[in-house]
Each structure stands twice: as structure tokens, then as C-alpha cells.
């Protein structure tokens, strides 16, 4: 009698540790979606925070190293600060007229294309004129009663000039707070190691961020000399070509390739439509996106790799999905701090052992010597 209470005993605890663990799950699911719900409200004011933090993090060993020759962080910190801030007004001011004689020139610009590309958007005006004569049959079988209400949206103008004037107010606020984090040197990390109460916290605390410090500071940094190659390779051989505003190119696959995926094949897709736009010659045309397809192939596939080494393992797919998320919830801006983001993660997860599921799965896909269960022994 007394066996089998305690195997109904046994059998209510496991049923009660699946019924814990499936409310955890579901805990997490909601907490998650809650989290990305807030962060889509919250950009304006959560964005700032977090280019400073970034910044500072990149930042912070430079004023950590001049301080030990007696500098004081608040001039380093001033120093540094003044040449980002020169730095992007001076990107801005420079990408910024031709940006604009892009706008204006759109019209002609798509024309151009449509003539060039004219087999094509005849299949592709042919379904729109088929979608079109659906829409008229289906408005005119509709109550004539009903009063249709058509919403304007704003023009590409408009919306690019309060895009501008948005990341300028938090360009703004990140540098200043940026600023402030520098100039503050090792007292945020004094703070985080008085909040833990055990010795053993303390340095895994301290060790996390650390750890973070030196990940985004050595991938921010490399990425950015990476980037700023790719940069002058791509306006140089776009000038030997002929495009025209080649240093206007050189800077824009500087910036656009700090986006993983998307900002090679928007910088593409962009440099071939206008150069159809610029070359008479189709084959002259095609030169042009041909070469910063190359470009940034050898860039992603030798340059970086060597470059970053096992400094950044993260598998492709992972990083993939959270340019794409972020960039869904805060748009340029989140695919820009995607992979940054996810370098703090892949560090919190490596020195946290309830974590270590996750940390595994963001991991870098190389096996090699690691062991692989399906062989059961090391590779």
C-alpha cells in the first residue's frame, strides 16, 4: 500500500513539474512578446540610450587606457565625442545634396528604367491592369450609398525630412549621454559590483561586463576599418568605372554595410538602378553593381572573417533573424544595432550557465573539434 502511494506521490510531482515548466514556457512567450510591444512604442525614448551605451562600450577602453597616463576621462571623453559628432555631421553634410538631387531626379530616373527594363514591366503592367479592372468591377457592384474614405499619406519629401529631423534629435541626445557615460569612467561598473552581496557575483558580474566591453568595442571597432576599406575600394573602382558621385558611393557602402545581408543588397540594388539610369550601354550599366557585388563578397567572405576571427561566433542564421526583427521593430535604426545587441547576448549567455541552451544556439556553426553525437566522438 505504502509503494503505491508513493508512486502516486511521484506520479503528482512529475505532473506538477510539467505543469510548472509548460507555464514557464507560456510566462516567456508572453514575456517576450510584451518586451517587443514595449521596445515598438518605446523607440524615441529607448533608442538614445542604447547608441550611447553602444558608443560608450566602443569608447570606454580608449579612456580606460589614457587614464592610466594621468588624462583625465572627462577630456578624453570630450575629445572623442566632438570627432564622432564631427564625423557624422560631416557624412551628413556630404550625403546630403546628392540624397537630394536623387529625390528630384526619381521621375527620370524611373523612366529610364522602365524603358530599359520594358519586357519586364509589360508582364508587370499587364497583372496591374488585370488588379486594376477587378477593383473597378468590385467598386461598382458596391453600395453607391457607402461614403469612401481615402486617407493621404505623406509625401517622400515630407517623410524623408521628418526621418532626418528625428534621427538628428537622437543622434543628438546619444552623444550626450554618450558623453556623460565616458566622462563618468569606472563608476558604473564600481556600482554594479557593490549591488551584488556574494564575492562569487561580484566577479561574474564584473567578468560579464567586461566581456561585453571588449566584444562590442573590438567588433564596432574592426567592422568600422573593415567598413571604411569597403568604402574606399567601392568609390574607387565606381570612379574608374565612370559613375557618376563615386566618393558619394564610397560613403554610402560604408554605412550601408554595417547592416549584415541587407545593406550589401540595398547598396546593389541601388548603385544598378542608377547606373541603367547613367550609362547608355547596358553592358557599361551593369559594371558598376557587378563590381560592389564583388566587393562585398570578398569583404564577407575573406576580409571580415579573417579580420573578426572566433572574436565573433555567431551563426548566420541567428544573426539573420535579428537584423530582420529589429528591423521590423525600429526599422534602420534596429537593423543597426542588431548584431551589437546580439554580441551582448552571446556574452551574457557564455557566463551564465541557465543560459548556456541559448548561447549554444547563437554560436558560430564550426564544429571542429568539438564533439558531434551522430559519430559519437570528437571530430
Given at each position: 500500500?505504502?509503494?503505491?502511494?508513493?508512486?502516486?506521490?511521484?506520479?503528482?510531482?512529475?505532473?506538477?513539474?510539467?505543469?510548472i515548466a509548460a507555464i514557464r514556457r507560456y510566462v516567456a512567450v508572453v514575456a517576450f512578446i510584451s518586451a517587443?510591444?514595449?521596445?515598438?512604442?518605446?523607440?524615441?525614448?529607448?533608442?538614445?540610450?542604447?547608441?550611447?551605451?553602444?558608443?560608450?562600450?566602443?569608447?570606454?577602453?580608449?579612456?580606460?587606457?589614457?587614464?592610466?597616463?594621468?588624462?583625465?576621462?572627462?577630456?578624453?571623453?570630450?575629445?572623442?565625442?566632438?570627432?564622432?559628432?564631427?564625423?557624422?555631421?560631416?557624412?551628413?553634410?556630404?550625403?546630403?545634396?546628392?540624397?537630394?538631387?536623387?529625390?528630384?531626379?526619381?521621375?527620370?530616373?524611373?523612366?529610364?528604367?522602365?524603358?530599359?527594363?520594358?519586357?519586364?514591366?509589360?508582364?508587370?503592367?499587364?497583372?496591374?491592369?488585370?488588379?486594376?479592372?477587378?477593383?473597378?468591377?468590385?467598386?461598382?457592384?458596391?453600395?453607391?450609398?457607402?461614403?469612401?474614405?481615402?486617407?493621404?499619406?505623406?509625401?517622400?519629401?515630407?517623410?524623408?525630412?521628418?526621418?532626418?529631423?528625428?534621427?538628428?534629435?537622437?543622434?543628438?541626445?546619444?552623444?550626450?549621454?554618450?558623453?556623460?557615460?565616458?566622462?563618468?569612467?569606472?563608476?558604473?561598473?564600481?556600482?554594479?559590483?557593490?549591488?551584488?552581496?556574494?564575492?562569487?557575483?561580484?566577479?561574474?558580474a564584473l567578468k560579464i561586463a567586461y566581456g561585453i566591453e571588449q566584444s562590442i568595442s573590438n567588433y564596432l571597432?574592426?567592422?568600422?576599418?573593415?567598413?571604411?576599406?569597403?568604402?574606399?575600394?567601392?568609390?574607387?573602382?565606381?570612379?574608374?568605372?565612370?559613375?557618376?558621385?563615386?566618393?558619394?558611393?564610397?560613403?554610402?557602402?560604408?554605412?550601408?554595410?554595417?547592416?549584415?545581408?541587407?545593406?550589401?543588397?540595398?547598396?546593389?540594388?541601388?548603385?544598378?538602378?542608377?547606373?541603367?539610369?547613367?550609362?547608355?550601354?547596358?553592358?557599361?550599366?551593369?559594371?558598376?553593381?557587378?563590381?560592389?557585388?564583388?566587393?562585398?563578397?570578398?569583404?564577407?567572405?575573406?576580409?571580415?572573417?579573417?579580420?573578426?576571427?572566433?572574436?565573433?561566433?555567431?551563426?548566420?542564421?541567428?544573426?539573420?533573424?535579428?537584423?530582420?526583427?529589429?528591423?521590423?521593430?525600429?526599422?534602420?535604426?534596429?537593423?543597426?544595432?542588431?548584431?551589437?545587441?546580439?554580441?551582448?547576448?552571446?556574452?551574457?549567455?557564455?557566463?551564465?550557465?541557465?543560459?548556456?541552451?541559448?548561447?549554444?544556439?547563437?554560436?558560430?556553426?564550426?564544429?571542429?573539434?568539438?564533439?558531434?553525437p551522430l559519430r559519437n566522438e570528437e571530430t
Amino acid at each position: 500500500m505504502s509503494r503505491q502511494s508513493e508512486a502516486e506521490k511521484d506520479a503528482q510531482r512529475e505532473a506538477i513539474g510539467k505543469n510548472i515548466a509548460a507555464i514557464r514556457r507560456y510566462v516567456a512567450v508572453v514575456a517576450f512578446i510584451s518586451a517587443g510591444m514595449a521596445l515598438y512604442f518605446a523607440k524615441q525614448m529607448v533608442l538614445p540610450f542604447l547608441l550611447a551605451i553602444l558608443l560608450a562600450l566602443t569608447l570606454s577602453p580608449v579612456t580606460r587606457a589614457l587614464a592610466k597616463y594621468r588624462i583625465p576621462p572627462v577630456a578624453t571623453a570630450l575629445v572623442l565625442i566632438s570627432a564622432v559628432a564631427l564625423a557624422v555631421a560631416s557624412g551628413a553634410l556630404m550625403l546630403s545634396g546628392p540624397v537630394s538631387e536623387w529625390i528630384e531626379d526619381a521621375p527620370r530616373i524611373r523612366s529610364e528604367l522602365e524603358s530599359r527594363l520594358s519586357s519586364v514591366t509589360e508582364s508587370i503592367r499587364s497583372v496591374k491592369d488585370a488588379s486594376q479592372q477587378v477593383e473597378e468591377i468590385a467598386e461598382t457592384a458596391s453600395d453607391p450609398d457607402v461614403v469612401k474614405v481615402a486617407i493621404e499619406q505623406p509625401g517622400i519629401v515630407t517623410s524623408t525630412v521628418l526621418d532626418i529631423a528625428s534621427f538628428a534629435t537622437t543622434s543628438v541626445v546619444a552623444l550626450i549621454l554618450a558623453l556623460f557615460l565616458l566622462a563618468s569612467g569606472d563608476m558604473f561598473y564600481v556600482k554594479l559590483v557593490e549591488a551584488f552581496p556574494r564575492f562569487g557575483d561580484k566577479k561574474r558580474a564584473l567578468k560579464i561586463a567586461y566581456g561585453i566591453e571588449q566584444s562590442i568595442s573590438n567588433y564596432l571597432l574592426s567592422i568600422t576599418l573593415i567598413n571604411a576599406g569597403l568604402g574606399l575600394t567601392v568609390g574607387t573602382g565606381l570612379w574608374l568605372i565612370g559613375m557618376p558621385q563615386a566618393p558619394v558611393w564610397g560613403t554610402l557602402a560604408f554605412l550601408l554595410n554595417f547592416l549584415p545581408y541587407i545593406g550589401s543588397a540595398a547598396g546593389i540594388a541601388l548603385c544598378g538602378a542608377v547606373a541603367l539610369a547613367s550609362f547608355e550601354s547596358l553592358g557599361h550599366a551593369l559594371l558598376a553593381p557587378l563590381f560592389y557585388f564583388l566587393a562585398t563578397s570578398v569583404e564577407g567572405q575573406f576580409v571580415t572573417p579573417v579580420i573578426l576571427g572566433r572574436r565573433l561566433e555567431l551563426n548566420a542564421v541567428s544573426v539573420f533573424s535579428t537584423v530582420v526583427f529589429w528591423a521590423w521593430i525600429w526599422g534602420f535604426a534596429g537593423a543597426l544595432t542588431a548584431v551589437p545587441f546580439l554580441v551582448c547576448l552571446k556574452v551574457t549567455c557564455d557566463h551564465l550557465p541557465g543560459l548556456s541552451v541559448l548561447g549554444s544556439f547563437l554560436g558560430s556553426s564550426n564544429i571542429r573539434g568539438r564533439y558531434d553525437p551522430l559519430r559519437n566522438e570528437e571530430t
